[in-house]
Structures are given as structure tokens and as C-alpha cells.
């Protein structure tokens, strides 16, 4: 079975960076929308950015100037650019592609100190 596997997070500074990038671990055809989501401690998961098949993107407001999504398409890899990063983006980081159906990744941990 196809897996979504994530990398990039980690503990950093306020203010610091974070790339993360999520791949699947085998063929995923028909790939509509790719995304990213998070859960941050005590809290409900919550969408954070999404890519489309034609490059559209969306954000949640809460990063909307900070967070940076792209899509290799090619290899069907999905990126997170986070700059700026609040002490309030800590969270576990899912990665999700729709593709006739959801995708998850199994979570990466990002923690931003103050």
C-alpha cells in the first residue's frame, strides 16, 4: 500500500525556518490536490495550505505570508516553506494528496521555541 513519507521538521527558533517535503512511496495516478495540514498540542488537526493540479494554491490565513507551498509534479513531491515561524505553528505536520481519494502521511513533529 502507497504511503505518504514526510521530512523537514524539527525544533527551531522564532522567527527561524522549516522546509518540509512529503513524497509517496510508490505510484499515486490521477493526483488532484496535494496539502498540508497540522494538529497542534490539545487541538483539532486544521488545514494550513493546499496546491492544485494547475499550480492554485490556497492558505490558511493564520500563514498566509509566512508559508510557501509547491508541488514537483514530476515526482509527485509536495513542499511547505515556512519562514517567520510562531512559537503558535507548533504542531505534528500531515501531508495529504487527494487522488480519487485522501492520502496521509504519518506526521512530522515541528516545534518552534520563543
Do not use: H
Not at 495540514?37 to 493546499?50: I, L, T
Request: glycine share 10%.
Amino acid at each position: 500500500q502507497v504511503q505518504l513519507v514526510e521530512s523537514g521538521g524539527g525544533l527551531v527558533q522564532a522567527g527561524g525556518s522549516l522546509r518540509l517535503s512529503c513524497a509517496p512511496s510508490g505510484s499515486i495516478f490521477s493526483i488532484n490536490v496535494m496539502g498540508w495540514y497540522r494538529q497542534p498540542p490539545g487541538k483539532e488537526r486544521e488545514f494550513v495550505a493546499s496546491i492544485s493540479s494547475r499550480g492554485s494554491t490556497n492558505y490558511a490565513d493564520s500563514v498566509k505570508g509566512r508559508f510557501t507551498i509547491s508541488r514537483d509534479s514530476a515526482k509527485n513531491t509536495v513542499y511547505l516553506q515556512m519562514d517567520s515561524l510562531k512559537p503558535e505553528d507548533t504542531a505534528v505536520y500531515y501531508c495529504n494528496i487527494f487522488a480519487l481519494r485522501n492520502f496521509w502521511g504519518q506526521g512530522t513533529q515541528v516545534t518552534v521555541s520563543s
